[in-house]
Structures are given as structure tokens and as C-alpha cells.
């Protein structure tokens, strides 16, 4: 079993392993280290993030609320919150804070290739900013989401009450007024984004 050293030093934010992790040893990495959202990058580098704060643990919470909400007028395909991660096509893992699949890509899944990490890539996924975050990263896997097949994604930025809209084919949107609709394969959602920036207020 692989488990992270539980040492008096500080952590580093990311690792590279030699030789790399295959995806059967980094299931168990993140089995054995449950309190942290880990990801893998395509070029290999195994990144770390601490459990959200309180202001980002509420802005999840209302974000994936609002997505059940809109979920529950169809039951139709599939929800994720931030502690799905997903294999993609170009070997990199990563981790939304909230994702949608479409009906048609969970045809022929069995329960076995929902029980770890999906070998498939969400079609709708939002992240969210946190002060630990930084935005060009942030927005680089954002691409990196769009790259690997997901149709709409979006950056929220709730410090400065945005929302970066992406998509195949374009440049980033950005939406900052009261609400944010959804498109393609969440045609329909209204997200009420008011409700989350308060999320940010005591």
C-alpha cells in the first residue's frame, strides 16, 4: 500500500515519482491519503490540496446544490462533486468541484467502472476558485478539461464575483452579473450566483 510520509515537515504541494505511478498505484495512493484531493497532471506530477476551507467547503456546498436542484426536474445522466476524479485521454487525473455527464456517456458502464476513477471525461464541470488557488493555473486546467472532451466548463471566481465561461472551439466568456444560464449539456440551469457570493459573507 502507498501512503503519503506522516513526518513534521511541511508537504509539498506536488511530487514527481521515478519511475511513475501506474493508474492501479494511484487509486491506492488516494485511497490511503483520503483527506486530500489528489491529482495527476499529464506530464505525470502527482498534485496535493488540503481539505477546502470554510468559505470554499460552503461555496461547494451551494454550487453542487444548486446543480442537484436543476438535476432532480430530469434524473437523467449523472452527478460528481469534488471528490470524483476521473481518468482522462491524455493520462492526466483530475478532480472538479462539481461535474454533469450526459445520459449517452454512461451507456454500456458497468458498476465496475464506476467503482474507482471513470476512464471518461464529464461533459459539463465547474471549478472553483479558493485563495490557495491560483487563477492561471486554475484557468490552464480549465483548458485542460476542454482539451480532454468536457463541452462547457466554468471558472468561478467568487473574490471577484466572475464566472469564466469555456468551450471547444472559443475564448473564454465572462459572466458577472446576478445569474449564469447553462448551455449545451445543462441547457436549462439557472445558477443563481447571488446566492453563492454570499456564501463569502458572514
Known amino acids: 500500500m502507498i501512503t503519503l510520509l506522516s513526518v513534521e515537515v511541511e508537504m509539498p504541494r506536488s511530487l514527481v515519482m521515478d519511475p511513475p505511478l501506474t493508474d492501479c498505484e494511484f487509486e491506492v495512493l488516494c485511497a490511503a491519503n483520503d483527506l486530500l484531493q489528489i491529482e495527476r497532471t499529464r506530464e505525470g506530477e502527482i498534485k496535493m490540496q488540503a481539505p477546502a476551507g470554510g468559505f470554499s467547503s460552503r461555496g461547494n456546498a451551494e454550487i453542487n446544490g444548486q446543480l442537484y436542484v436543476w438535476w432532480n426536474t430530469h434524473r437523467r445522466g449523472s452527478l460528481s462533486d469534488s471528490s470524483g476524479g476521473f481518468f482522462l485521454s491524455d493520462g492526466s487525473v483530475l478532480s472538479p468541484d462539481a461535474a454533469y455527464l450526459v445520459p449517452e456517456k454512461l ?21 472553483l476558485l479558493s485563495l490557495s488557488d491560483s487563477l492561471p493555473k486554475t484557468r490552464e486546467k480549465m483548458e485542460r478539461w476542454i482539451e480532454n472532451g468536457a463541452t462547457l466548463g466554468w471558472l468561478i471566481d467568487p473574490y471577484q464575483k466572475k464566472v469564466y465561461i469555456y468551450g471547444a472551439g472559443r475564448e473564454a466568456a465572462v459572466v458577472s452579473g446576478k445569474i449564469a444560464l447553462g448551455s449545451g449539456p445543462v441547457e436549462g440551469f439557472t445558477f443563481d450566483l447571488d446566492r453563492l457570493w454570499r456564501c463569502y459573507e458572514i
Open 107 to 127: 451507456q454500456g458502464l458497468t458498476k465496475h467502472d464506476l467503482t474507482g476513477f471513470p476512464r471518461l471525461c464529464p461533459d459539463f464541470v465547474i471549478e
